[in-house]
């Protein structure tokens, strides 16, 4: 080629990008925000499908599968908003298993996640807006985010990085017809992604080659899949590893929901005891798109309504895990104040994503009483951070929400906390290594 490719020169920008030690300690916590999500979702009903339908399982590729997919069920797993991913649920597996697999240390699987991480973000960020509305970013993405967290593993040249990344790119899917059913479809993205950018990078380190071109060529991904792509997102230039960039969730749901949960909370500490007689949700474009759902009827519809997670909040406080299981999202309670509950667009929230998500929420009690509360951001976003404590709350939660004994969940923790130090990578509790 006369000119070198996108991913040619994403890959020697990675390749070439320093790991400090402040780069490993950022690494390691979200390991450890995402090991959270993988214990929990063994516990869940998807989850159990999973591990039944991949019971026995000894391949590499179908083990990070396997994890990936444990990992994505509960909607607890971080995201990345410029690029509308989820890059823990795809990279993370890798760099663990595969890394156990090579019997690397610390350092090694945090400097592959930071690389998964760079890589799955660039190409997210340049997929544009369009892209999204039909095809799911964590999975078309999410197979370039992979096949770099394995390359790094592998410790591949130049060359077979490219081939890693044509090979992976070639293999993109993920569609959100799943959504619009209350479909139990989405853990599958983030398992296809996982394991099909694995075998990627493993095919590469055979020699087995990639097109060079799979972004930006004639009939690469851009092109196929993406009207209004941002080829100039992949090279931008940033001060530092995008890792940081991404939110950790406090709630069980769908991101594009979490700053009307935040508003809402606000409101129920504020407004008067009586039932709110109408509840006004205002927020953007692409929240609406995969979240205006007035009448969930399944945990996994309900992961997915603004509407609900706006009323749980309201009416019964911080939403947990328990309030997306079966029983709560048919309470009659809760679907009385959904009848009473609207959402539209607002124009000022639309032109600020996605660098802000945001929403405002608007209620009005039997009393006439009426009370606004707006967010241009979420807790957990790179400005308002879960420190540590906040951290190893969240994941202790989804441990006991999953039945993990507390002795062994602290010993993952400390084993987690110790890849910074380049302790050894830790076995999981269920599923792949179990």
Request: net charge neutral.
């Amino acid at each position: 080629m006369s000119v070198e490719s996108l991913t040619r020169r994403l890959a020697r920008l990675v390749r070439a990008r320093d790991v400090t030690s402040p780069d490993l300690v950022a690494a390691e916590r979200y390991v450890r925000d995402w090991l959270g999500s993988y214990v929990a979702g063994t516990a869940s009903p998807t989850g159990r499908r999973l591990r039944s339908y991949a019971r026995g399982a000894r391949d590499l590729e179908e083990r990070v599968f396997l994890a990936a997919a444990l990992s994505h069920v509960t909607e607890t797993d971080d995201l990345h908003g410029a690029s509308v991913t989820h890059p823990g649920c795809v990279v993370i597996p890798v760099a663990l298993l595969l890394g156990r697999r090579r019997r690397v240390r610390g350092h090694a699987l945090l400097g592959a996640t930071l690389a998964g991480y760079e890589v799955m973000t660039r190409i997210g960020e340049a997929l544009g807006p369009a892209h999204y509305r039909t095809f799911h970013n964590t999975a078309t993405a999410g197979v370039f985010g992979a096949a770099a967290t394995a390359a790094y593993l592998l410790g591949l040249d130049e060359d077979a990085w490219v081939w890693a990344l044509g090979s992976a790119g070639t293999q993109a899917a993920g569609l959100w017809q799943f959504n619009e059913e209350g479909a139990m479809s989405k853990p599958l993205h983030a398992g296809h992604a996982a394991a099909s950018g694995l075998r990627a990078a493993l095919l590469a380190a055979e020699g087995l080659t990639g097109a060079e071109a799979i972004l930006e060529g004639e009939k690469g991904l851009f092109r196929a899949l993406c009207p209004d792509a941002r080829p100039d997102a992949v090279l931008a230039e940033s001060p530092g590893w995008k890792l940081p960039e991404t939110s950790m969730k406090p709630y069980p749901c769908c991101r594009h929901v979490h700053p009307a949960i935040d508003a809402a909370l606000e409101l129920r500490n504020t407004i008067p005891s009586a039932e709110p007689a109408r509840i006004r949700i205002e927020t953007y474009p692409a929240a609406l798109d995969l979240t205006d759902r007035p009448h969930p009827r399944s945990p996994e519809e309900a992961r997915f309504s603004i509407q609900y997670a706006v009323v749980t909040a309201l009416l019964r406080g911080r939403p947990g895990l328990e309030a997306f299981e079966a029983a709560a999202v048919l309470d009659p309670a809760l679907h009385d104040a959904l009848a009473r509950t609207t959402v539209e667009s607002n124009a000022a929230l639309a032109a600020a994503y996605p660098k802000r998500w945001g929403a405002r929420v608007v209620v009005e009690t039997t009393g006439g009483v009426q009370q606004r509360a707006e967010r241009d951001g979420a807790t957990g976003d790179p400005d308002v951070p879960l420190d540590d404590p906040m951290l190893d709350a969240k994941v202790r939660g989804l441990f006991a929400w999953a039945g993990l004994p507390q002795a062994e969940g602290t010993e993952l923790l400390r084993a987690c906390r110790h890849l910074a130090s380049n302790g050894p990578p830790f076995a999981l509790p269920v599923g792949p290594d179990a």
